[in-house]
């Protein structure tokens, strides 16, 4: 078996921002189920990748309902601490309307590149599922990897094509929480193509299954 300090499950903006910031003294794995990292973060915003808010951190913590939950997080890295790691690498961003921050290339491969360019010396483990994970004195995964401490980063549960299939949900043997939609599409019976673009606030839909 092979042992390492902290095995990080998902290989996409959160386990790799995970294996980014975790310290470069540890001996870190990032496990993989695809071929390749950031599948969903390639189709982000359209393929331009709306990478964050460039509001001040008091104002965007606004939008939020569980403000305390997320201020410590918000504060620790920051939206502007997150544009330079980018920048840092010669990539300069745009703000579209609602402070909504893009790369100026518009594409989001520029940013999983320069993400990719961070991990270099972290070990990558691709088309590599994890099933199984046990709780002894360590963690053992797939009764293959020993590790100290493990980060579970699999995503949601929507556009499974990429990846992402919730295996996280289960991964510890118990769902954390009942899982409820946060942004979905609607497929209508009418084609409504010629009033696309067409932005409404505060709308309650009412509808019947
Ligand atoms: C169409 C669309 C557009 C979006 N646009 C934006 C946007 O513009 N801006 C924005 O901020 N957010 C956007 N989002 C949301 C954003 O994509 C997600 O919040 C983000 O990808 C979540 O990152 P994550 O690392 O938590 O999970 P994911 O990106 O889902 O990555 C999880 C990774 O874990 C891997 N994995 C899963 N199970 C296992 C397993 N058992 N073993 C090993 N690996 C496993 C998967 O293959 C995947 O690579 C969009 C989402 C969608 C679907």
């Given at each position: 078996m092979e042992e390492f300090d902290i095995a990080i499950i998902g290989?996409?903006?959160?386990?790799?921002?995970?294996?980014i910031a975790a310290s470069a003294d540890l001996n870190i794995v990032l496990l993989e189920k695809n071929s390749s990292l950031g599948s969903k973060l390639l189709i982000t915003g359209g393929?331009?990748?709306?990478?964050t808010n460039e509001k001040p951190i008091k104002k965007l913590l606004n939008s939020f309902h569980?403000?305390?939950?997320?201020?410590?997080?918000?504060?620790t890295f920051t939206n502007e601490m997150l544009l330079d790691l980018f920048r840092n690498r010669g990539l300069d961003f745009i703000v579209e309307?609602?402070?909504r921050v893009f790369p100026e290339t518009e594409k989001s491969q520029d940013i999983l590149a320069i993400l990719k360019y961070?991990?270099?010396?972290?070990t990558i483990k691709y088309n590599y599922e994890v099933s199984d994970i046990k709780k002894e004195d360590n963690f053992i995964i797939n009764n293959d990897i020993i590790a100290e401490k493990v980060i579970i980063a699999t995503g949601g549960a929507t556009f499974p094509k990429t990846g992402s299939t919730g295996d996280g949900y289960y991964l510890t043997g118990n769902p954390?929480?009942?899982?409820?939609?946060?942004?979905v599409p609607l497929i209508t019976k009418k084609d409504l193509s010629d009033i696309a673009g067409i932005t409404l606030y505060d709308v309650v839909i009412k509808y019947k299954t």
């Open positions: 290989g996409g903006p959160a386990g790799i921002m995970a294996a393929g331009r990748c709306n990478i569980d403000k305390n939950f997320l201020k410590h997080s918000f504060y309307d609602n402070n961070y991990l270099k010396d972290i954390i929480t009942d899982i409820k939609y946060g942004l």
